[in-house]
């Protein structure tokens, strides 16, 4: 038994300083390992550099054709850095590249997506967040079951749903406006927001809700006033959710928009199918790297908060 | 009814849309002609719209028709329609039209005289429901060229074949000489288009009229066809190696001499222009894979979805009689590599293949093209076949042939 | 959390500002997914062409669906592929996130790289693998040029496996955010809970196969809708990457559909397909929700 004990000591060592749960979400923080180049370390730190490698092998080979001329890429291979670096794809990609008669590149599309994505962000939020909220601190009869027939539709492909929403949206005359759209990215941004809301405020010291009630405080009191200063981490997670959802959508962009609001999706598969001549790898890469550009940053920037608030969103049911 | 609510829906966001149009009068139009010799060909008519004081908005869609389709259709059902939109003229748009979506252009057609300069008349038959005109024919758009690279053959060491058995016979020298014989790209309709121009080529325009158009499945069955399926046999075994998903990108393995040729309609022809090549000297072209020399009399004809703002209906008008008029219909088809509707245009600039297909037309040898015949979902049906078919060797002509009998009888 | 005055009579107007604020959930709830369900089940049994009209045929949409070999194919493509990306999902995004959670250095580092490419779209990430692993400039031709002359690695050109090459960009995108689940997950149990398997000499991965995991059955929840819807609506990535090709051999249903209501303009078809997926979801999705809340309930 000792012995066992003692064999498996490394493993144990590391189990037993795992962290309590107040500290649970800002990481581990136990003591480091001393041994620096144990087995067991280089096994954990090898697999996790290899699979590292896989996941930045697109990332690095997009970046590297973006930076080659044509002749480089049907000379090379797709791993080789450029030889002669030049931003030339990158500029056709933002400001000339063509489809059919308009070329201007991906320029036009950015502001479309801005656009397009800030109110409906805005909008699906505020929505899933009450809807949330509604079911996890005000649960009236039959709450469950619209919940779950929300969930339910979280798996109905959009395809699906195409043409019911473009029927649901001609006759309310909402068909063709940013607003038929911001409405169309809510409506099936619902189903996961709100089961991650109402996860969340489910999560949250139910003393808090209780005391507010004794005092008298009512349903929209209680939301604005103690449950949004306490949702910081989750709100993070639902804007980038959506940020990213919206941004990177195309289908929706595509049949409920016109050439003059094209998103950026859209026009990016413009330019990558538009094929005028020979296919222009570079050109295509940078288009791709530009339209991931801001999801990208985003997720650079606050990755932490993210997994902060998916950890606050997800583990309690 | 609910197409009276549709109409009704769709008014009300028209008029917020033209809110904040300015005087001359900006006619969105929605295409899927994004290859250099095709945006070139658009130019031109955009260029003849822009000179009547209104303004050509270009709503092209990239990837071909099969994409882009959809699209325009959620558009125009869902009350939010462009200002003209392209269809390949047929059966694409017949249920638009009843439903009362599309503008009738009748009197328009009866005042500048469409019936007696376009030419062939079965264009504008392909326009025409209940005896009402609602679609502009542009272009005649023919399938069956097979395309050959010059340079291919003199690398192989072999003449230029004049047919398509003389194709199939210099295939072997080709593959030695590492240049894939036949480029077909990957996409559905590629693969039907080259099995239609077999069909035809091989076993004649009455066989291609009984199956496609009466839809004769006994026949689809039958040992004619089966020879048509052995021949698109030997055409998959001849571009196993060609790995392109466009059909510009298989046409540029031919430009480039990789491919030895492409089965492809005439709109190939706009990217060899582009690529500057002369036709006769660095590439041949056999109509009717140089069996039957009969082509088909498809095309694009543009649809005006209804508008309520009667200054976009003017524009509309504008844009449907500058795309007819004699300078368009030259400047428009030299570009696309396509032959005008209109039997009264000179076309001394056309290339020796155009003058070719001109030829064929004028001595009558035309059949109707297969949208004319078929819906879309035979057609679907169809492409599905053959592209499983030539992606799949696993397939037999045997199998396949009785699955296209299967799907004749049951179309429509 | 149940709120104290659960049990009492049923009343409209209690918590009538609860139901208020769920107005948007009841409406997208009912109008758009039971509605628009309802609407398409019903034109499924019609033979409507590119605009829904109530002529009914009965089930021929079904039995021309199901005699169709390209519906066929998709059917089986979503089933390796739903099974693959369940299986690997869970295991990658759980080693990953075990290996993670050893109080590693660089953990952001890392973190990062696993989880950027959630945030490209799927159009991206199709395109991206597609140029990868194309074999004339690809991993193949790299591997050809570095003297292994014979080596193929063609995924996206052989039928056979075109779907698993679909999968590795699939799982390349998606892996990422369930690492982040499960690691949330992980951080949120006790370390007690590792004390005490240590005092009673368990082995690590015991603890984890045995103890560990049960423990996380919320987080596995969430993880499992979040996977399992993404399935179902697989499109963008096989449009990107292949368009379904080598012929019909990477063709999914989501994309079967789209064509079919739109492309074919024959939307009875097209609704028969959703039909048929949406009963597949039912079948696995409603027992599962209706037990998870009847637990729920019990457990408050």
Redo the contacts between chains.
Sequence with gaps: MAEQLLRAAPELAVASAMPARARALSGPHGPRPRRRFSRRNVFIYGTLALVAVYYLLPLYVMVVTSLKGMPEIRLGNIFSPPVEITFEPWIKAWSTACTGLNCDGLSRGFWNSVMITVPSVFLSISIASINGYALANWRFKGAEVFFTVLVVGAFIPYQVMLYPVVIVLREIGLYGSLWGLVLVHTIFGMPILTLLFRNYFASLPEELFKAARVDGAGFWTIYLRIMLPMSLPIFVVAIILQVTGIWNDFLFGVVYTKPDTYPMTVQLNNIVNAVQGVKEYNVNMAATLLTGLVPLVIYFISGKLFVRGIAAGAVKG | MR?R??TA??A??VV??AAGSASATDL?V??W????GE?AA??EL?KAFDATGNK????????SG??A???M???I????P?GATQFNHGR?A???VQ?GLMRDFTELAQKEGWTKFIHPKSLLDGCTLDGKIYCVPVNIHSQQWLWLSNKAFADAGVAVPKNWDEFVAAAPALEKAGIVPLAIG??PWQTTLAFQVILVALAGPETFQKVFGDKDATLAAGAEMAKVFAAADQARQMSARS?V??W??AT?MVINGKAGGQIMGDWAQG?FQ??GQVAGKDYTCLPGLGVNEIISTGGDAFYFPKQTDPEKAKAQEALASVMLSPATQVAFNLKKGSLPVRGDVDLNAANDCMKKGLEILAKGNIIPAPDQLM???G???IN?LF??????KELSPQDAQK?FAEIIA?AD | MTPTYQGRPFSLFRNLNAKIASIPMILTALVIFVGGTAWTVFYSFTNSKLLPRASFVGFDQYERLWATPRWLVAVENLAIYGVCTLVFSLVIGFVLAALMDQKIRFENTFRTIFLYPFALSFIVTGLAWQWILNPNFGIQQVVRNLGWESFTFDPLYNADIVIYGILIAGLWQGTGLIMCLMLAGLRGIDGDIWKAARVDGIPTWKTYVFIVIPMMRPVLVTTLVIIASGIVKVYDLVVAQTSGGPGIASEVPAKYVYNYMFLAQNLGQGFAASTMMLLSVVIVIVPWAYLEFARRRRHG
């Design positions: 197409y609510l549709t829906a769709f009300a966001s917020f849309g969105e929605t295409h002609w994004t290859s250099g945006a658009v130019a955009a050509w908005v270009d709503g092209a869609i990239a990837g099969d994409i389709r959809p699209i259709i959620g558009r059902t869902g009350g939010d462009m694409q017949e249920e638009l439903a990957q996409q790995n998903q466009e510009n990108q540029s990217e582009v690529a819906s879309a979902d057609v679907t049906q599905d592209v499983e078919f030539f992606a799949n699955r049951a």
